[in-house]
């Protein structure tokens, strides 16, 4: 007696494309690398619209150690409407994403409802581009702009642009005065902690900020003497 | 007409399965499906399940029941059952999570959901099609485009992909 060796299948459906949609969605959304990504979506033309779709559903993104350019990272943020947090730090094949790349960036749909951004290394940015995006990323908590050429003219831009900021990283960028501190811990009321390291700024310049937030942590601790603020 | 929910015996439920086949539960187990409370608030004590057939059902019934007894110090205990849930076959998985989707049990989907993308995981494009019996309904031109696309995370790694299906 012959028993079927493969799986009974309706009469035009294979079994898996009795998923429903949502379904397919919520398992490809579960798939955390970006090659598991990019092989589900050359399977067939439902799972190809399957992963799109489940691109929107995302909360997080991260780019760090894949070589993406402007292009790929702009497709890719451009469908990912419930994103909270994205990164796009820099991989060992050395900075792709440019100023034009933030600037597409600064137009997709998620970027106000972002609590949290990632820049770090990215050193092919400038200003132009992050005072692009910054100013549509009104609801952002956590900022890693370390590692990139910034100057003031960003922080005046995060400073008049990101009121719940709560913590910031500046690690090595060494084009921000104390001006850009000074806007920033002034205008960001709810900034718990800078990461300083590496920063061309007096110990003066943080006193001077703790005296505005005497709460603020500058770290990374051990970095500033004991400074007692009365 | 319905007895109160405060008598001392268990209300009991009836589940009745695609092939009419009847199972008892526990009414405070069987609402872990949200399908099965909305009926239950309607008043219904025979539940049937057109969609789900005898042999899911059963098994939903086991989860549903292992799930049910779950207190603070068994946590490690239904790990090891969930663990040990998902090790079946590939059509077994898709009657579950068709009917833990009808059945609206959060916990199950999310359970099997993550059982599909742990056997997607890591396989090539050749291997998952022939794991979950895919064919490609791209045009040669449409596959190309796909693969332009994603080139950058093909970039990273081995240059030969692994095609087997296991």
Request: net charge negative; with cysteine; charged share 25%.
């Amino acid at each position: 007696m012959m028993r079927k060796k493969v799986e009974e299948v309706d009469d035009q459906n294979r079994p898996i494309d009795r998923l429903p949609f949502d379904l397919l969605a919520h398992i490809f959304a579960l798939l955390t690398c970006f090659k598991d990504l990019a092989q589900t979506s050359a399977v067939c033309r439902k799972w190809r619209q399957g992963v799109k779709e489940s691109l929107g559903r995302r909360e997080r993104l991260s780019f760090s150690g894949w070589k993406v350019d402007d292009d790929s990272t702009t497709r890719l943020v451009l469908h990912a409407y419930s994103l909270k947090e994205l990164d796009i730090s820099r991989s060992r094949w050395g900075c792709q994403i440019t100023d034009r790349g933030l600037y597409q960036l600064s137009t997709a749909k998620c970027i106000s409802n972002l609590s949290s951004l990632s820049l770090w290394g990215t050193t092919g940015i400038t200003d132009i581009g992050v005072v692009q995006l910054i100013s549509r990323a009104n609801s952002i908590q956590h900022l890693n702009i370390g590692g990139t050429f910034i100057t003031d003219t960003s922080l005046f831009a995060i400073a008049g642009s990101c009121p719940h900021l709560k913590t910031i990283v500046l690690w090595g960028c060494r084009h921000v005065t104390e001006n850009g501190l000074l806007a920033l811990v002034n205008k960001c009321r709810k900034l718990e902690s800078i990461n300083a390291w590496g920063m061309r700024v007096t110990v003066d310049c943080f006193i001077g900020l703790l005296t505005i937030s005497p709460a603020l942590q500058i770290e990374p601790k051990g970095m500033l003497p004991n400074i007692a603020v009365f | 007409m319905a007895s109160s929910s405060k008598t001392e015996q268990k209300k009991m439920l009836i589940l009745k399965s695609s092939e009419e086949e009847e199972f008892e539960i526990e009414e405070s187990i069987a609402v872990q499906s949200g399908t099965i409370k909305n009926m239950v608030e309607d008043d219904f004590t025979l539940i049937p399940l057109p969609n789900v057939d005898t042999e899911t059902l059963i098994k939903i019934i086991k989860y549903m029941k292992k799930h049910g007894e779950k207190t603070k110090s068994n946590e490690k205990d239904i790990e090891e059952f969930d663990k040990e849930f998902v090790k079946k076959s590939f059509t077994e998985l898709k009657e579950l999570v068709l009917a833990a989707n009808y059945l609206h049990i959060t916990s199950l989907i999310d359970l099997l959901c993550q059982a599909f993308a742990d056997r997607i995981k890591n396989k090539s494009v050749k291997a998952i099609r022939e794991i979950f019996g895919i064919p490609n309904d791209f045009t040669p031109e449409e596959e190309a485009e796909v693969y332009e696309q994603h080139k950058w995370a093909h970039e990273e790694g081995k240059e030969h992909i692994d095609h087997s299906a296991y």
